[in-house]
């Protein structure tokens, strides 16, 4: 745990797998407060804008679109 925590404030290198997710996750938080990143996000969602209905084929094109999008940002 004392390890763990010693990653999470940046004085030890991650290495373990926890370690290294919890790293990502950190950075990720990092990069989604940082207001010069919106251009690659796209504008804030709301809860409303959402459907969780629908069927599974509008499922399946909304997932492909939302990884679509992934693949371009990498």
């Not at 990720?28 to 207001?35: F, G, I, M, Q």
Request: charged content about 35%.
């Amino acid at each position: 745990q004392q390890r763990f925590v010693e990653v999470c404030r940046g004085e030890a290198q991650a290495e373990s797998e926890h370690e290294k997710v919890w790293w990502k996750y950190l950075q990720r938080l990092e990069w989604e407060a940082d207001p010069s990143n919106l251009s690659t996000k796209g504008p804030p969602r709301k809860a409303a804008d959402i459907s969780f209905g629908g069927s599974r084929e509008e499922h399946k094109a909304m997932r492909a679109a939302q990884f679509a999008d992934l693949r371009r940002r990498d």
